[in-house]
């Protein structure tokens, strides 16, 4: 008898708690503190949830989690230029991937392609 399983546990945010709170790691745009769940999915469809341990830095561009903890241990995002602070601060959105300057209503990169 053959049985073909297919599953995973991956993590879903639940609540925002505090938006803007510091900059991605993988591509350095706004990123807010948020609470999540655990979810265990069976067949790509949810059939349990439980809450994460602590919170989470959520990035609000690429959709990267990370443990609060690594702001904690003194791990900052790369330090970005003047001109990238500037654009930064007014809000302006950047490619998860190239990292270049987009405007808010592109689905994909002009520069590389990508998926935003």
């Known amino acids: 008898m053959f049985f073909f399983f297919v599953g995973g546990v991956n993590q879903e945010v639940r609540q925002v708690?505090?938006?803007g709170v510091g900059r991605c790691l993988n591509c350095?745009?706004?990123a807010s503190l948020v609470s999540y769940d655990n979810v265990l999915?069976?067949?790509f469809i949810p059939v349990w949830r439980w809450p994460g341990k602590d919170s989470a830095i959520y990035c609000d561009n690429?959709?990267?989690?990370?443990p609060k903890g690594l702001?904690?241990?003194g791990r900052v995002p790369p330090s970005l230029t003047p001109e990238q602070n500037?654009?930064?601060l007014a809000g302006e959105l950047r490619c998860w991937s190239c990292?270049?300057?987009l405007e808010r209503e592109f689905n994909f990169c002009p520069f590389c392609g990508?998926?935003?």
């Open 62 to 66: 690429c959709g990267f989690l990370m």
């Open 86 to 88: 500037r654009d930064f």
């Open 17 to 19: 708690l505090q938006s």
């Open 99 to 101: 990292s270049r300057l």
């Open 28 to 30: 350095g745009s706004q």
């Open 114 to 116: 990508s998926a935003q």
């Open 41 to 43: 999915k069976l067949f």
């Open 71 to 73: 702001f904690r241990e």
